[in-house]
């Protein structure tokens, strides 16, 4: 305890932690582990939220000019922000919609099948959406998903894809290849892709390629723009701490901006905000991301993500990622050490290119432990078939927390032996 106390001393970011509000299970603060589903509400988010409503209240439609920040671009406010957590340029940049509604916008945009090259490349088990999207984008075309949905499986016995194994298949697709779309963080077990080897090889054989970073924003360095990528969207309730379902971000390649010959979806906030209130019949579209912009932009909703990102502006990703390798580097430590001392076996699922989530399968002990864990106050998640996910957020978990989690996984295994 005394050496996570003294971690705790030298943490450079240990001021954030008291910026979160914890949510409490009788009466103590909670060890939060499920950044990586919703992540903790910072404080300063209520001001922002409330700067709106008093907007609102007080100019009414005038808001949109007359605001302190007018909401009429007040989604621009996101981009450089943003663009420096996700490595991009910030006319790369736009936050609309959701995750999952952005990724079809997306495809309308980047996957256009003909008869040879219609091809899309995922990792087996793709978080759920993703598979029903990239289905029901197949199905609209007119193509058979058990034939062109090609999804790239972990070896028998091993728990994490192997790099060489998706370039293997994406040369193997080679000119059928139409799109290559991989969750940049797998879900399930934490495994970071080699984002840039991936997307190099992907481009190589013409495809396009796009990222679902909705378990790496905030979490991983991200380097979109200098690794190649052409597209990518993201939540931003996890990692980025923006809110239950809130708005989602987009990265669309600076090549692709001003083109004719790329098609999208259009609506009027994605036109050049000059004349947008002309109300003129054709699209004059934005020259940034932006231009993939359709409704007026959902400001009580950019607000809290405005929040968190004056966060991630102060504190930097480098910061967070020094933070996040250590941390995680002591919560595997604890559990290395409770496994000696317990008949059950853990096995940490989550390979060694990782960001702060641990995936570990617990040998030997089921859904009560989970329940333990819960009652005892550790915010944790279960999947099938018995596997918990342990994501310390670097920006709010402490090392005592680590070592807390540690004594009280003890007890719950040891409850009835
Ligand atoms: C990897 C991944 N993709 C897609 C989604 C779906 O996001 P949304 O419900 O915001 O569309 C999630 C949600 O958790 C996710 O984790």
Redesign the pocket.
């Known amino acids: 305890m005394s050496f996570a106390r003294q971690l705790d001393a030298v943490d450079k970011l240990r001021e954030y932690r008291k910026q979160f509000y914890f949510p409490k299970v009788e009466g103590k603060q909670v060890i939060y582990f499920t950044g990586n589903?919703l992540g903790l509400q910072p404080r300063r988010t209520q001001q922002f939220v409330d700067e709106i409503m008093k907007d609102w209240r007080e100019l009414a439609v005038e808001g949109h000019f007359y605001a302190d920040k007018p909401w009429w671009d007040y989604h621009e406010r996101l981009a450089e922000p943003l663009a420096k957590v996700v490595g991009a340029k910030p006319r790369e940049i736009s936050v609309m919609n959701?995750?999952?509604?952005n990724?079809h916008l997306l495809m309308v945009s980047f996957y256009r099948p003909d008869k040879k090259r219609y091809k899309i490349l995922c990792e087996e088990k793709?978080?759920p959406?993703?598979q029903y999207m990239l289905q029901s984008q197949l199905k609209f075309h007119g193509i058979d998903p058990d034939e062109a949905l090609v999804e790239v499986k972990k070896r028998d016995g091993e728990h994490y894809w192997r790099t060489e194994d998706i370039i293997a298949k994406i040369e193997e697709l080679g000119d059928s290849l139409a799109l290559v779309l991989i969750?940049g963080v797998n879900?399930y077990n934490g495994q970071v892709f080699e984002m840039e080897a991936i997307t190099a090889a992907g481009k190589k054989a013409g495809a396009f390629v796009g990222w679902?970073l909705?378990?790496a924003v905030g979490n991983v360095e991200l380097q979109l723009h200098d690794w190649g990528v052409d597209f990518a969207s993201w939540?931003s309730?996890?990692y980025m701490n923006s809110g239950p379902?809130n708005a989602?971000g987009v990265f669309i390649r600076e090549q692709y901006l001003n083109r004719k010959d790329i098609p999208r979806f259009e609506g009027w906030w994605g036109t050049r905000k000059e004349s947008r209130f002309l109300m003129k019949p054709t699209f004059e579209p934005m020259a940034t991301a932006d231009a993939w912009q359709l409704s007026n932009a959902p400001i009580l909703s950019l607000a809290p993500y405005l929040a968190s990102l004056e966060m991630f502006e102060e504190v930097g990703m480098k910061a967070i990622i020094e933070k996040r390798n250590k941390i995680v580097a002591y919560l595997e430590f604890i559990l290395h050490e409770i496994d000696k001392q317990v008949e059950s076996r853990f096995e940490i699922i989550t390979p060694k290119e990782r960001g702060c989530q641990l995936s570990v399968f617990l040998h030997g002990e089921g859904r009560p432990l989970f329940d333990y864990l819960m009652k005892a106050g550790v915010i944790v998640d279960w999947r099938e078939p018995n596997v918990i996910r342990l994501a310390p957020a670097p920006l709010y978990c402490s090392y005592e927390d680590m070592y807390q989690f540690g004594q009280i996984l003890k007890a719950g295994i040891e409850r009835d032996t």
């Open positions: 589903s959701t995750l999952t509604v990724l793709a978080f959406s993703d969750g879900y679902d909705a378990h939540c309730y996890k379902g989602s």
